[in-house]
């Protein structure tokens, strides 16, 4: 019985998947349905119930992948002090983002950590915003990035950056040429908006009711590259962060016009439970997140975007 195998099958009850288990640890789905066979095998119990769609964990597989967890983390600890002691960080930081910070922002950093770290190695998923609160809690992962990180007494909260909103739609819009967009321009208009469980959303509907604006909306999803698509096919239009929308605009599939209204920026933090001891490699990730939000901020300069929209590309 090797570690990889605990991985293995840690990752399949983690993800509820035979085939995610398999693809996060580079093996065929046969290769780790066989793997976890042997496990029963060699314990002389049935761990999972396949014979439900999702499979079901039974009592003796929850009992083992609790203990399976217990002896990975004891492991990466070990592996992450002797690094430390040797001054060298090692073992595996397992990050869960929300989709648009992990699909934008967070491949560079990891590269970077990884040149940086050799024996390091960064474990990401992107994930719904409420499952990343669940993934750090459950210890599925041992850090969470995400927009509005929550209050909750079991979570510390590093706060990174604000991202400034921006009002954005096709570049054939009437406002898509305006060097700024207040709230008031936007009555009326259809809009593709957040799910209304979302922070965001709510805090976008706040903003509207406070200007005294009533919008159209047409659309609800809960990420911002769908919101995005159905911008480009002439839906509607949105209020999205506006380093999410760069590539779009190069290409000119979307414009962003600077939003006039400052106070609306979206939050963006890292979570990692209070109660457990970040690994040395862990903490040096964040504070390599941390660095690179601190110089991109000092980089900024005010004013760029003004003149952003389908008159900047």
Do not use: W
């Not at 396949?50 to 929850?62: A, C, D, H, I, N």
């Not at 922002?105 to 990343?132: G, I, N, T, W």
Request: positive net charge; aromatic residues 6%; charged residues 25%.
């Amino acid at each position: 019985m090797h570690l990889e195998t605990l991985r293995l099958y840690c990752d399949v009850v983690r993800l509820r998947s035979f085939s995610r288990g398999a693809q996060l640890n580079h093996v065929s789905q046969s290769a780790a349905s066989q793997a976890v066979q042997q496990l029963e095998a060699d314990l002389g119990v049935a761990l999972i119930d396949r014979t439900k769609r999702p499979f079901v964990l039974r009592p003796e597989g929850r009992a083992f992948y609790d203990a399976s967890r217990t002896l990975l983390d004891g492991y990466e600890k070990a592996k992450a002090q002797i690094a430390a002691v040797k001054d060298e960080l090692a073992g595996t930081v397992r990050v869960a983002a929300i989709y648009s910070v992990g699909l934008h922002d967070l491949s560079p950093h990891v590269q970077r950590f990884m040149a940086l770290y050799p024996r390091a190695r960064v474990q990401l998923e992107c994930l719904h915003p409420h499952k990343v609160v669940d993934a750090v809690l459950s210890d599925a992962a041992d850090v969470g990035i995400m927009s509005y990180p929550p209050v909750n007494r079991s979570l510390s909260v590093v706060p990174l950056r604000s991202e400034p909103m921006a009002f954005v739609c096709h570049p054939a819009h009437r406002l898509a040429r305006r060097k700024l967009v207040a709230p008031a321009d936007l009555a009326g208009e259809k809009f593709v908006a957040f799910d209304a469980g979302l922070t965001i959303r709510k805090a976008i509907d706040r903003a509207f009711r406070a200007h005294n604006v009533k919008v159209d909306v047409v659309m609800e999803f809960d990420n911002i590259e769908t919101i995005k698509q159905a911008i480009t096919i002439g839906a509607g239009v949105s209020l999205l962060p506006r380093h999410t929308v760069q590539k779009e605009i190069g290409i000119r599939t979307l414009a962003a016009v600077p939003l006039a209204a400052p106070g609306l920026a979206r939050p963006v933090g890292i979570i990692h439970r209070r109660a457990k001891r970040l690994t040395p490699t862990a903490a040096r990730f964040i504070d390599l997140l941390r660095e690179a939000a601190a110089r991109d901020s000092r980089d900024d300069v005010p004013g760029a975007a003004r003149g952003a929209g389908a008159g900047s590309g």
